[in-house]
């Protein structure tokens, strides 16, 4: 299946289910850069040189998983982040809410248009899980690093 993180970086161990007798195993689809969420169904895509090493462990894992020895959001020291909320019971519909929000943001703060807003979003964004304790309401949330302004 398609793999899209930003966490798959230089350095990284990614662990991957085989659920059947001899698969196989391809790459590609490369990132420069890409937010949590890849929100609409794109990223910086461009060339890129791998070296990859395979074994194969005797275990069993539910599905893809990763280990990486840097920290999974670069500091940006005093820039700070905008965030934006998508409160309800359903999922999806809280992720579309805090997207919108943003796009809806960066237009009004930034004069981006609405589809300039929105793959900004897609680039630098990270969409996250606030909240799921409250049983049946999810916060989703969206964060864009101010950063990524020129003042």
Known sequence: GNVDTRHLTAGTTLWLPVWCEGALFSCGDPHAMQGDGE????????????????????????GPCFSTAGALTPSVEGAGHQGTMGIGPDLMQGAKLAVRSMVAWIESEHGLDPEDAYMLCSLTGDLKIFELVDAGIWNVGMTLPHSVFTT
Request: charged letters at 25%; aromatic letters at 4%; glycine letters at 0%.
């Open 39 to 62: 929100v609409c169904v794109a990223a910086l895509e461009c060339d890129m040189t791998a070296r990859l090493r395979f074994t194969v462990e005797p275990r069993t894992i539910p």
